[in-house]
């Protein structure tokens, strides 16, 4: 793989104190230290301003610095005036507090943070004896943090690589230069089998993934590292690739010394595909026919069939529908329907995903006549617009530089401002309001016109200035702002220059097919949390955004992809890869998938709270409200099974965590029993047909699991059945350990 490198020799000559370059550790630049290049790195490789020490928001012992250094002119001030100053000395260096209480020499809460032969020891010193002189034009600002090597593979019995990072820098006069500052860089693991020194040596504990995240002042960069058992009989074997995707993930693949598993069985692929694109079972006749079909073209085919059928549009409008939190108490039942029937007729017509978010950017009017503005309906203030156009639309958390400039990633707490004055010039006319808890201002029950005004500003706490609308990236704020903001920023965030929209969308796409994101968690794109195949997310994106953002386009491609075919069992070499998409991951079905996949095979329904009978949980529109008649017993198992109760905008809302409740409810639970017994469902049609039992077994087993039994099963099963006393109840039974079945449960 082209990104990666092999264990540099340079380490002994590093370890030895051989440094090049203009850097911390020689004289070379000519150039005393300065405040925020020099000292400012200092403080963040010391750990002082780190969240547990002074740079927490009341300081310690007194002692108060900006967190991770994100206002140097503040910290200045801090030093070197007012009741702070007497940290520094400036006549006698050495005697500075600044210096004695980390090196120890006094007592130190934090302990020791650098010795006095550090670089550390000698930057501060030599600053506080230049008189502590304060930042001009000529101070050096980092543009851009690199390190080397960006990604490696490590064969056993090597286990350790050096980082060696550099700055690209400018100042205000002009000059560029480029900086070693591997000595004051922070690093942190952010997990996997790795440690890392203060020197930047990392050392793999394990064999494994890793990625470590380099700090050097505002500026960040990762590393991704592998660590490999010594294979000399290893031979790459993978399926022929088909398209762009098999030969990106196949080369990473190759490089770990991985071998993809082999393809899926067509029984394992047609029960795949359908829980995929149309969130049901294929019926005994669908799986028995695909199986027993001779043609080569025969998985093709079948995605583009299932991809023009109308439950398409059903389940993944249910996906939209828990991100745009469709829930009644808020949008009332019918902004609801209204809202869910928009989206549905969205993806039936096949809307590209760029016009249908531009849409619901700009749609002002009546909630009620012009659907898309529910949208705004739940987010009730710029505050909470801002940070879910960002997650939903962009990949991007940015609660954190609320507060603060983002620990973990570029984004400045003035980013954050401007960014959410985009959001402020909105206003709600509630026309009515039939809510019935009078205490809940939440609570919304009739018409909403949403519309722009001419007034509104957010105001950034720390420098007290109104935001100022930009785009997120970009250097500077717009020229010229429209009066609805909205209608600039909206071709903006859905362009196909925007790699930021294109990136995670594709990657929300691929999520729900190969059941986990190439970054995860899906919506959390950040510098410290890398894809794991940068190559293949950003093929995606292109393949998308060349292709006019269309959703089924992108489908189709992954899904015919050998990656996505892949079967569900792993070998020796990737039995441990949960995040490189050597094998398809066995994941449990949704709330939604579970229950509509019991009704299919057992010919039932299952009555919801405000919908008609026969509506598949899929089909739902929202979530009802709390306070309305209590849930049916189909409402209670999709809350059971993780339905996201939609008050938050994030796929996080929705889980997949077992728990007691689940199994009690499939072992003994009130649904699970009553379809079975229900006397008008499948058994009973079976049992009065009088079929054989080897033919009501076949017929079940291709129903549940897309397969045939296998002969011991039909005999297991058969002769439980003849030998009891009541062949309903013993049927029962052959059902009910089907539905509770490993391979019933989950997709794979």
């Not at 340079?10 to 020099?38: H, I, M, N, Q, Y």
């Not at 980013?415 to 959410?420: G, L, Q, V």
């Not at 019935?436 to 909403?448: L, T, V």
């Not at 990236?473 to 010229?480: D, S, Y």
């Amino acid at each position: 793989m082209p990104s990666f490198q092999s264990f540099s020799g340079r380490l002994a000559a590093v370890l030895l104190g051989v440094l090049v370059g203009c850097g911390f550790a020689t004289d070379a630049c000519g150039e005393s230290p300065r405040f925020g290049f020099d000292v400012m790195a200092v403080l963040s490789k010391a750990g002082c301003n780190a969240g547990a020490c002074h740079g927490n928001q009341n300081g310690k012992g007194g002692f108060k610095l900006s967190l991770r250094g994100q206002d140097p002119a503040a910290d200045y001030e801090t030093i070197t005036h007012g009741q702070f100053a007497r940290r520094i000395d400036r006549f006698d260096p050495d005697q500075s507090l600044i210096l004695l209480k980390p090196t120890t020499q006094l007592a130190h809460e934090g302990g020791l943070r650098f010795p006095r032969d550090s670089a550390e020891y000698r930057i501060l010193r030599e600053w506080i004896a230049a008189g502590t002189p304060p930042d001009d034009a000529s101070v050096w600002r980092v543009i851009k943090l690199n390190v080397e090597p960006a990604a490696a593979i490590l064969t056993e019995p090597a286990h350790r690589q050096l980082l060696r990072v550099s700055a690209d820098c400018a100042n205000g006069s002009g000059a560029a230069r480029t900086v070693d500052v591997t000595e004051l860089a922070v690093y942190e693991p952010l997990g996997g089998p790795a440690t890392v020194n203060a020197a930047g040596v990392v050392e793999m504990t394990d064999f494994g993934e890793s990625t470590i995240l380099v700090r050097f002042l505002d500026r960040q960069a990762t590393v991704r590292l592998a660590h490999l058992p010594f294979r000399p009989e290893f031979e790459f074997s993978a399926p022929t690739p088909v398209n762009y995707i098999d030969d990106l993930n196949f080369a990473k693949l190759r490089a770990l010394q991985m071998n993809p598993s082999p393809l899926s069985e067509d029984s394992e692929f047609v029960r795949r595909a359908y829980l995929d694109v149309i969130g049901l079972l294929p019926t005994a006749a669908e799986a028995q026919a695909f199986v027993a079909d001779p043609g080569r073209n025969k998985r093709a085919n079948l995605i583009d069939a299932l991809l023009a059928r109308p439950e398409f549009a059903d389940f993944w409008a249910l996906k939209w529908s828990d991100l745009l939190r469709i829930e009644e108490r808020t949008l009332d039942e019918k902004g609801v329907q209204a809202f869910h029937e928009w989206i549905r007729a969205s993806l039936a017509d096949g809307k590209p995903l760029d016009q249908f978010v531009q849409e619901m950017l700009v749609a002002r009017g009546s909630t009620y006549d012009n659907p898309p503005t529910n949208y705004w309906r739940a987010q009730r203030d710029p505050i909470t617009r801002a940070e879910t156009a960002a997650e939903v639309f962009l990949g991007v958390r940015l609660l954190c530089a609320k507060c603060h400039n983002h620990p973990f990633d570029r984004w400045s707490q003035a980013d954050y401002y401007n960014w959410a004055s985009f959001f402020t010039r909105l206003d709600y006319k509630v026309i009515e309001n039939k809510r019935r808890d009078k205490n809940d201002s939440h609570e919304f029950d009739g018409e909403q016109l949403v519309q722009t005004v001419d007034h509104g500003e957010i105001e950034n706490p720390h420098t007290g200035a109104a935001g100022v609308p930009a785009f997120l990236g970009a250097a500077a704020p717009l020229a010229k702002v429209p009066a609805d903001r909205l209608t600039a920023l909206a071709p903006w965030l859905t362009s196909k220059q925007n790699a930021f929209f294109a990136r995670a969308q594709a990657n929300r796409i691929w999520f729900h097919l190969l059941g986990r994101g190439i970054v995860e968690p899906i919506d959390d794109f950040r510098a410290s949390n890398p894809p794991s195949n940068p190559e293949l997310l950003d093929a995606l994106a292109r393949d998308f955004a060349a292709h006019g953002f269309d959703l089924r386009q992108l489908i189709r491609t992954i899904m015919l992809s050998r990656t996505y075919q892949l079967a569900s069992t792993p070998n020796y070499s990737n039995r441990r890869d949960e995040a490189n998409f050597s094998h398809a991951l066995a994941r449990r079905l949704t709330a939604e998938q579970l229950l509509d996949a019991v009704n299919q095979v057992l010919g039932t329904s299952s009555a919801f709270s405000g919908y008609p009978p026969g509506t598949r949980a899929e089909q739902i529109a929202g979530v009802k409200r709390a306070r309305d008649k209590g849930p049916s017993l189909g409402d209670q198992f999709l809350k059971s099974f993780g339905r996201p109760p939609r008050l938050v905008s994030c796929e996080c809302e929705r889980t997949n965590v077992t728990t007691l409740s689940q199994a009690f409810q499939l072992l003994s639970g009130p649904l699970v029993n009553q379809q079975i017994q229900a006397a008008d469902n499948r058994l009973g049609k079976w049992l009065a047909a009088e079929r054989p039992l080897p033919e009501i077994i076949d017929e079940l087993y291709w129903s549940a699991l897309a397969r045939p039994p296998s002969a011991a099963e039909t005999a297991a099963l058969v002769d439980h059945i003849a030998a009891a006393a009541d062949r309903r109840a013993a049927l029962e039974d052959a059902v009910w350990s089907i539905l509770n079945a490993k391979e019933f449960l989950l997709q794979h």
